[in-house]
Structures are given as C-alpha cells and as structure tokens.
C-alpha cells in the first residue's frame, strides 16, 4: 500500500480511483476521499440474518446512532455503539435485531471510517454510483479469470513506455 502512496501522491491531479476492499483498511483512502478524490469501492459488506448497519441510522453530525427500535446511544468512531439491555429486553423487534441473551442489549460495531463508508453505502444507491460499480465488474472477472488459469504468477506483458 505504501508504494501505491507514495505513487499516487506524487501523481499530479489524481481524480479517481478503482479500489479493491483489501485496500479500504487503508486510513488513507478516507483522506483521499476528504481531498476529493472519487472512490470506487464497494463498502464492507452488511449481511446477516438480523438488522444489519443499514437498518440503524448513523447520525455524524451529533455523533448518535438510533436503532430501528427507536433508542440512540452515543457513537464513537471505532468502538461498538452499545444500546442499553433494559430497552432491548422491552423491545418487540428483539428477534429481528438480536441473538444476545436477555439482559444484554445489542452492539453495532462502528469502524474508525464509518462516514467514509456511508458514503460509499450511499453512492452505492445513486444512478452514477451503480454505474461506475458496473465497470468495475469487468475488471474484477478479468482479474479472477487470470488467476484461475495462472495463478497469482500471472504473466504480464511488457508496453512501450510512451512519456
């Protein structure tokens, strides 16, 4: 990641840029993202049975998550939000929410780049986010058919330099 960096720092005018989720733990794609840069990447995945972080909704401007159950509690940037146990034990969306044991309440995990992924969860749901996601698709299937057939020893052919 570091040569990807210093790479693309010393780029003049870096725009976009086309990210697999390997690179999202990177502190640095948020800050690319802050500069202006558009990102491509496909947020971390929200799946499961229960509610998933999208059925909460995540307040950054009063740093206050709120459950589909109605209860907020305070958000930190990379600590879990904890709703308190007495308000989940009362709650008629528990099944749909939990599998903790009565008298604990449910957490939600909030990454140290949650708004960074909001964003990206967000642009994922516009007409020009699926698009440029749709591209990606392309490259993706290229890249898995590479290493199915070559392994991750793929050959790569030279191109003259034209600069």
């Given at each position: 990641?570091?040569?990807?960096?210093?790479?693309?720092?010393?780029?003049?005018?870096?725009?976009?840029?086309?990210?697999?989720?390997?690179?999202?733990?990177?502190?640095?794609?948020a800050?690319?993202?802050?500069?202006?840069?558009?990102?491509?990447?496909?947020?971390?995945?929200?799946?499961?049975?229960l509610?998933?972080?999208?059925?909460?909704?995540?307040?950054?401007?009063?740093?206050?998550?709120?459950?589909?159950?109605?209860?907020?509690?305070?958000?930190?940037?990379?600590?879990?939000?904890?709703?308190?146990?007495?308000?989940?034990?009362?709650?008629?969306?528990?099944?749909?929410?939990?599998?903790?044991?009565?008298?604990?309440?449910?957490?939600?995990?909030?990454?140290?780049?949650?708004?960074?992924?909001?964003?990206?969860?967000?642009?994922?749901?516009?007409?020009?986010?699926r698009?440029?996601?749709?591209?990606?698709?392309?490259?993706?299937?290229?890249?898995?058919?590479?290493?199915?057939?070559?392994?991750?020893?793929?050959?790569?052919?030279?191109?003259?330099?034209?600069?």
């Amino acid at each position: 990641m570091e040569l990807l960096a210093d790479t693309l720092e010393k780029a003049p005018g870096l725009l976009q840029l086309d990210i697999d989720l390997g690179y999202m733990a990177s502190p640095r794609i948020a800050q690319w993202a802050e500069q202006g840069v558009y990102i491509i990447a496909r947020p971390w995945p929200q799946v499961g049975p229960l509610f998933t972080k999208p059925a909460f909704t995540l307040d950054f401007a009063e740093m206050q998550v709120t459950c589909p159950g109605a209860q907020t509690v305070p958000m930190v940037l990379g600590k879990p939000a904890q709703f308190p146990a007495a308000a989940c034990d009362a709650c008629a969306l528990r099944g749909q929410c939990t599998k903790a044991a009565r008298g604990q309440g449910r957490s939600l995990n909030i990454r140290t780049d949650e708004p960074f992924q909001h964003k990206l969860r967000t642009k994922m749901k516009t007409q020009r986010g699926r698009a440029a996601l749709r591209k990606r698709t392309a490259v993706e299937h290229t890249i898995a058919h590479q290493l199915t057939h070559q392994g991750r020893r793929a050959a790569i052919q030279a191109c003259a330099k034209t600069s």
